[in-house]
């Protein structure tokens, strides 16, 4: 600050005081008191670095304060500052100056917190799309699209692929092989808000994708659409995407695209459900955790595939609840072309 202000100065032949405050933002006072520095005294004021601030006696009271609230504006910490010390002289100019270089060096945001919900088995399925580019398929780089689907409780994985952009055909296609993958449906499926799925929202209410609305209510499972730029509302299968792309798909050249699918196949056999995961320590794939809770339904004059708890096994999923993942106040959607009694809601998802 010193030497921009000798600088812009520069010895009377530039700019006034006047000029050099008002484009400095500083006080002219403030000009003056430099300008009539020598050298001497400029080396001895920047080695002063230890130097108090008239709010260092209050610097604990305000560290604590913007920890509790971290959008809090410097003049409101002031005000609140002069409330219990009235004595308090500080401008707000200096005010500002210090709380800013304050929130600079101090770490006052609040974490998010997330507290995890375990869903019973058989009740959810997080479904998440990916895509990877320039992967050599065929000695060509090629973009590959992708959808994860991770069962809640047990952590089983399936990667439907696609080598184009997936449409809603085609997501319904990865869909029904997903299932066939379990050996059954779950009571719910968790999206984000991808046009796939919802295609409008507002006050969380949901405009879904009808052909998929069809799907779903057709295969007999929930639509869960999570609240928009909300990763964490399906926290499992975004770790997914993120594993099959580093995991799976990275560093690798395939043939041609059955070579490619051949792999992930493998991948999901051989790697992804025989690992012992990290939370809930057993392979996804194994007897205790998957297998020990699949079963067939018939539903409406067909047999279909569906998934469901020890505790509601033989019941129609359509009209089962889980008190770990209802909320109070969700949107529920009903097809009109369905009867009450047949037919699953979609609602916002709370966090997992």
């Excluded at 409330?83 to 210090?98: I, K, M, N, T």
């Excluded at 799907?215 to 990763?231: L, W």
């Excluded at 990275?250 to 025989?274: I, K, M, P, Y």
Aim: charged share 25%; net charge positive; aromatic share 8%.
């Amino acid at each position: 600050m010193i030497h921009k202000i000798k600088a812009l100065h520069n010895e009377g032949a530039g700019l006034s005081i006047r000029s050099i405050a008002r484009e400095l933002g500083i006080s002219r006072n403030t000009v003056r008191k430099y300008l009539r520095m020598d050298e001497v005294a400029i080396g001895e004021q920047q080695a002063n670095r230890t130097r108090r601030k008239q709010l260092d006696d209050y610097r604990d009271y305000i560290v604590t304060l913007l920890g509790q609230f971290p959008g809090l504006s410097a003049v409101k910490v002031l005000r609140k500052l002069k409330e219990r010390h009235p004595e308090l002289g500080v401008s707000d100019r200096s005010a500002r100056r210090y709380i800013k270089a304050l929130k600079e060096t101090v770490s006052l945001r609040q974490k998010r917190y997330y507290e995890p919900v375990e869903s019973p088995p058989g009740v959810q399925c997080q479904v998440d799309g990916g895509e990877l580019r320039g992967l050599s398929v065929g000695g060509e780089a090629t973009t590959v699209h992708f959808v994860v689907f991770v069962l809640s409780y047990s952590r089983l994985m399936y990667v439907g692929l696609s080598p184009r952009p997936i449409d809603t055909a085609t997501f319904i296609r990865l869909h029904d092989a997903a299932f066939r993958y379990f050996g059954g449906r779950p009571e719910e499926c968790v999206y984000d808000q991808t046009k796939l799925v919802v295609l409008h929202e507002q006050y969380r209410e949901l405009d879904l994708n009808p052909a998929f609305a069809a799907y779903a209510t057709a295969a007999g499972f929930r639509i869960y659409a999570c609240e928009g730029y909300d990763p964490e509302g399906k926290g499992k299968v975004e770790a997914g995407v993120k594993y099959v792309k580093g995991n799976a798909l990275a560093g690798e050249v395939f043939d041609d695209w059955d070579h490619l699918e051949a792999h992930v196949r493998q991948w999901l056999d051989g790697v992804a459900n025989v690992r012992q995961h990290g939370t809930t320590g057993e392979a996804p794939g194994c007897a205790s955790s998957a297998t020990s809770w699949c079963s067939l339904t018939w539903r409406r004059g067909r047999r279909s595939p569906a998934m469901s708890s020890p505790a509601t096994r033989g019941r129609s999923s359509a009209t089962t609840t889980t008190t770990a993942t209802r909320r109070r106040g969700s949107p529920i959607w009903r097809p009109p072309s369905v009867s009450r009694s047949a037919r699953p809601p979609a609602r916002a998802c709370a966090p997992s």
